[in-house]
């Protein structure tokens, strides 16, 4: 039997550029990770971003604190097509507090691994008008008076005191140091120095404003000082005893100690008078063991008491007087005034006011803070099967509370290869396929959370075939399924050719690929109901950019002789052309090629 093949030569191009955007991969990282917290009003909704880029490009998809994947609510909470998590406005009787008063995640991940965001904070407030109130303080001519705005509890989170109208028309903002009669703080509060008679006469309202409805609100009542004559001998007198002040570093931090004390203060170790309230007070100051004092003292007929400020520091790292003498800080009429916070002022700071009937003292802890960063280096770390690899978390800011390594958005689990070194610093050794994806480290304090991310890729290795179709002879009308499985970094992609020829296109044939977790990529061609046409010799290839490697088997149904059309070919002269006739059917005697009716040898 003759099988007898016509044919023109054209070039045969197999399309490898076409796997090119393959091969080139990137892990998953945040172009705009939301942020730690998103507060807002019922009547206005909110949206967090989390944008990321990668290649392929990344899916996105949001947790819940529970670490469960949430969905749309309608009307109430909905992941837009973008991967935005969406809380539209909603009527006070539509308040979810496993919705609007929760924690989120944003997941991102593609091909290559996965990374999770920071925790996002979502605090909705439901909007109700409120008004500030200012207090009518007590005090005594020559004393430091300090007038309050009092918010309602419900919105004091939100609001902030923005100044001060001393009426008609006097605008009071805040300030270091005042003017040296009214003193707006940081804080909010009013600070009046050295009072008279006139400055009872005076009323004060306050200025507040809303920082998520943007409203500013002035106080529907006045202040006033309310003058106290005072004639029996009253100890000294603390409206606060104990005050906590968080404040970031280069921040400035005001902070009254005003007290209320009959008689005036002692002239002690200054003039020498009255030893017996100097002793008094040199057992105050022992029982209290502070490391520097600063005091001043008066005799100008003024009735206040003298406030001493100290420092009870762990380390004895510095001491008020160190401090002042930084230039950083000065004490003016017994307010503490630091222009700029250092990591040094962390800690506690006491105000002893004392006189002859008695003292009192005011606790100040100090948080000092710095916005906290993160970076894994290097971000992207190629390493070769079995070598070692080393990740380190560079942390700036403080105080870090907590610092945790994630692989692929789950917690890394640690063992013989994978040793923390130390909390920053982890190194994995005997490296495997399992090794490469996203690397994080999440660092958390009460304030905020950062994370960083790193890929770590695998070195290039050619493609291997670690399972291959075998030949196969069988009658034409069952179905067939040959596979091949390779290996290799990057993962490999498999191509099929038939004679040479890509594969047929009819609807009898299949081609199936997938990549398995540990990176090795699997390819089926699926054949049913087979005819004598469909044999031949199938070949499977799977090729990188770091090589390729190939295997091909036969495959034989028994059926009548069939050359299947070839494209047209084309070769460069003087130079070696291979053509395979694509012939099916089985068995086959001999197959003969002419070119132009002219039988061509079969050892050309």
Not at 125 to 153: A, D, H, M, T
Not at 318 to 339: C, F, N, V, W, Y
Not at 461 to 468: C, E, F, R, S, T
Not at 558 to 578: D, I
């Amino acid at each position: 039997m003759q099988s007898f093949l016509l044919c023109a030569v054209v070039v045969l191009i197999i399309g490898i550029t076409e796997a090119s955007n393959y091969f080139d991969t990137q892990g998953p990282n945040f172009s705009h990770e939301p942020p730690s917290r998103i507060e807002f009003t019922n009547t206005a909704g909110s949206i967090a971003d989390c944008i990321a880029h990668g290649n392929p490009p990344p899916n996105v998809e949001w947790l819940d604190k529970e670490n469960n994947p949430i969905t749309s609510i309608s009307k109430v909470r909905h992941i837009l097509a973008n991967g935005s998590l969406y809380f539209p406005p909603f009527e006070a009787e539509e308040f979810r507090q496993d919705v609007h008063w929760s924690v989120y995640r944003c997941v991102v991940n593609n091909a290559v691994g996965s990374i999770v965001s920071r925790d996002v904070i979502v605090k909705a407030v439901v909007n109700q008008r409120y008004e500030p109130e200012v207090q009518n303080p007590g005090g005594f001519i020559g004393s430091n008076v300090l007038i309050k705005c009092n918010i309602p509890s419900f919105v004091k989170e939100y609001v902030t005191v923005t100044s001060w109208l001393q009426e008609p028309n006097f605008n009071i903002y805040p300030s270091l140091e005042g003017d040296g009669k009214n003193h707006m703080l940081p804080t909010g509060e009013l600070l009046v120095y050295n009072i008279t008679r006139a400055d009872a006469l005076k009323i004060y309202r306050c200025r507040t404003h809303h920082k998520l409805t943007q409203d500013s609100v002035v106080s529907g009542n006045v202040g006033k000082i309310q003058l106290t004559e005072m004639r029996e001998l009253v100890p000294p007198i603390m409206n606060e005893k104990r005050l906590s002040i968080t404040a970031r570093v280069g921040d400035p931090v005001v902070v009254p100690c005003v007290a209320y004390a009959n008689p005036k203060p002692i002239t002690f170790l200054v003039t020498g008078r009255d030893q017996i309230k100097v002793n008094h007070f040199k057992q105050l100051l022992n029982k209290i063991n502070f490391l520097e004092r600063i005091g001043f003292s008066c005799d100008d007929g003024l009735t206040y008491s003298d406030q001493i400020w100290h420092t009870k520091r762990p380390n004895n790292e510095e001491s008020i007087q160190h401090l002042l003498a930084t230039g950083r800080a000065k004490i003016k009429d017994g307010t503490l005034i630091i222009t700029a916070m250092d990591k040094s002022d962390n800690g506690a700071f006491y105000c002893t006011a004392t006189n002859s009937e008695g003292s009192e003292t005011l606790d100040v802890q100090v948080s000092v803070t710095s916005p906290l960063t993160a970076a894994i280096q290097p971000t992207v770390q190629t390493v070769n099967l079995g070598k070692t690899a080393d990740l380190i978390c560079s942390i700036s800011g403080f105080p870090k509370q907590s610092i945790s390594w994630l692989k692929d958005g789950q917690p890394l689990r640690s063992g013989a290869r994978v040793r923390l070194l130390s909390k920053e610093h982890i190194r994995i050794t005997s490296i495997t396929k399992e090794d490469k994806g996203m690397y994080q480290c999440m660092v958390k304090n009460d304030i905020e959370s950062v994370q960083a991310t790193a890929e770590l890729r695998l070195g290039e290795v050619a493609p291997q075939l670690i399972y291959k179709f075998i030949e196969q002879t069988m009658q034409p009308g069952p179905s067939v399924s040959l596979k091949c499985s390779a290996t290799g970094n990057p993962t490999p992609k498999i191509i099929w050719h038939l004679d040479g020829f890509p594969l047929p296109n009819n609807d009898r044939l299949m081609i199936g690929q997938y990549v398995t977790m540990f990176g090795d990529v699997i390819s089926h061609v699926n054949i049913s109901a087979v005819k004598s046409e469909d044999g031949g010799d199938y070949e499977c290839k799977a090729i990188s950019r770091a090589g390729e490697a190939s295997h091909t088997a036969r495959l034989n149904i028994y059926g009548m002789p069939y050359v299947r059309p070839m494209p047209k070919l084309s070769a460069v002269a003087g130079k070696l052309f291979f053509l395979k006739c694509p012939v099916a059917g089985y068995p086959i005697d001999s197959i003969v090629i002419e070119k132009d009716g002219v039988r061509l040898p079969t050892n050309i």
